[in-house]
């Protein structure tokens, strides 16, 4: 029978990637990120995760809004790497777990979550600007990726999320093999990218959130989305997507690392929990 | 209920409605080859996305605060962004009615 292991909320950005790629780990203004990834990196070679389920937001890269789904699963083989508008970055494609996609497709459609199934994938920085950080960049881990849609309102709330989170750990916990699976939720955490309010962090609300999510996740499963904006920025609200991850975990958790950085835009969270 | 966010834009489906075809002109730019097209002639690429005078019009002049203010998403708008050679830090300065300089000396960058 397949297990969680644990959860990982990262932050996501085109930015970490590029800082990445640019061999920037050491400079001032990037170590203090890259640094916090070190010892959650080191955590996954010691529980060697079989699989990551990553719960992400699409920016308009594999979807667009002629056809914008609110959920979508990825069940192929491979997942390409979508070109975000400016070349794509030099990764190989992302493997994928067509087994365990379909058993969760049809966990997920028989637990009232009713994903759109994709067999091609392409994924963008929602999935790929962190995880070089997390393991080699030639992909020893497979991943299932599950998009949610976070950029075209209406949004799903974050209570939604949560109970995905329980939906997911239902459909790991009835795979009939062995696998060691590690839950992400990535987004956030507060930036606003446009407007008068452009630049806006809440470094407050960023560690209240993490505090919360361990402790009392569902006291901020029940924070609207309209909070989740007022308190975090327009574009805070992908924050929602760590309670699907949290919800995928069982209720005492055990915490692994933290960490919260904010050199320029974005307020940079990264949490680490063991089941 | 209308959701609003005082300082920002959320991106509603009518939003989307109103912007689809500058939207989806911004999408085709995820294609390096379409990059290359629309480069070479902006009027005559956003053209055969049907759009209208009034949204071509918005790119030419990179009024990025307009395009936002005409519903655009800002996922679309950097993409334009990328093929202009506009980053986001610019965009999103300018859509808050600075320039870039006058946005980091005010944030002490």
């Known amino acids: 029978m397949a297990t969680v292991i644990g959860g990982i909320g990262s932050s996501h950005a085109p930015t970490i990637g590029m800082a990445w790629d640019k061999g920037q780990q050491q400079e001032p203004m990037w170590a203090p990120l890259f640094d916090g990834y070190v010892p959650v990196r080191q955590w996954l070679d010691d529980v060697k995760p079989d699989l990551f389920l990553i719960v992400y937001n699409d920016h308009a890269n594999r979807f667009f809004f002629d056809a914008y789904p609110t959920f979508a699963l990825g069940v192929g083989a491979v997942h390409t790497q979508a070109d975000e508008g400016w070349g794509k970055r030099p990764l190989p494609d992302l493997p994928g777990h067509p087994e365990f996609g379909w058993h969760l497709a049809r966990s997920l459609v028989d637990d009232e979550f009713d994903p759109t199934i994709c067999q091609e994938m392409s994924v963008d920085h929602g999935v790929l600007s962190f995880l070089p950080m997390l393991t080699d960049s030639n992909w020893k881990v497979p991943v299932v990726p599950l998009a949610v849609n976070v950029i075209q309102h209406p949004i799903p709330s974050a209570r939604r999320l949560f109970k995905l989170g329980h ?40 560690n209240q959130f993490m505090d919360l999510l361990e402790t009392d996740p569902a006291a901020l499963s029940e924070v609207s989305i309209q909070d989740y904006m007022d308190r975090g920025g327009t574009e805070g609200v992908e924050m929602i997507m760590w309670l699907a991850m949290r919800g995928a975990l069982g209720p005492q958790v055990r915490r692994v690392h933290r960490n919260y950085v904010a050199p320029l835009l974005t307020g940079y969270g990264l949490l680490a929990l063991a089941d | 209920m209308n959701i609003a966010v005082q300082g920002g834009y959320v991106f509603t489906g009518e939003d989307s409605a109103r912007s689809y075809r500058l939207n989806k002109m911004a999408v085709s730019l995820t294609s390096p080859e379409n990059r290359v097209r629309f480069q070479a002639d902006e009027t005559a690429y956003m053209r055969s996305f049907a759009m209208s005078e009034q949204e071509i019009d918005l790119v030419v002049r990179r009024d990025w605060k307009g395009m936002m203010d005409y519903g655009a998403s800002i996922y679309l708008v950097i993409k334009i962004g990328g093929s202009v050679g506009h980053t986001l830090p610019q965009i999103g300065a300018h859509t808050a009615g600075m320039t870039l300089a006058e946005f980091q000396a005010r944030r002490g960058q």
């Open chain 1, 167 to 206: 939906a997911l750990r239902r459909a790991i916990q009835s795979f009939p093999r062995d696998l060691r699976v590690v839950v992400f939720g990535t987004g956030g955490l507060s930036h606003q990218l446009s407007g008068a309010g452009y630049g806006t962090r809440n470094g407050t609300w960023d």
